[in-house]
Nanobody, 121 residues
Framework: QVQLVESGGGLVQAGGSLRVSCAGSGRPFSRYTMGWFRQAEGRERELLAA????????YYADSVKGRFTLSRDNAKNTVYLQMNSLKPEDTAVYYC??????????????WGQGTQVTVSS
């Protein structure tokens, strides 16, 4: 089992920045591909970014490419999603997830509880 806890969400104005974190515990965190997803009200969950267990390979959805940066610190069992140039349409609940598969598409077996990010216009 892997337990994941997100933090760092909140309210920010459009154009601002926010960093959300995901702390893991349980099985060796470093063995998993870590992904960040979001789900806005009334919309399907969307994969935003994923990072392979070594950190050498990352994936970004077109919607966040160039604005969001994903990184991980395996020594701290933590992944970070730095979000810049935020837009109102980035408003959603953000989730981190862990996958035993190397590729970004998962499947993701473990999920955090989510953290709300709200971007005001």
């Amino acid at each position: 089992q892997v337990q994941l806890v997100e933090s760092g969400g909140g309210l920010v104005q459009a154009g601002g920045s926010l960093r959300v974190s995901c702390a893991g515990s349980g099985r060796p965190f470093s063995r998993y591909t870590m992904g960040w997803f979001r789900q806005a009200e009334g919309r399907e969950r969307e994969l935003l970014a994923a990072i392979q267990w070594t950190g050498a390979s990352t994936y970004y959805a077109d919607s966040v490419k160039g604005r969001f940066t994903l990184s991980r610190d395996n020594a701290k069992n933590t992944v970070y999603l730095q979000m810049n140039s935020l837009k109102p349409e980035d408003t959603a609940v953000y989730y981190c997830a862990a996958s035993a598969v190397a590729g970004p598409q998962g499947p993701y077996e473990y999920w955090g509880q989510g953290t709300q990010v709200t971007v005001s216009s």
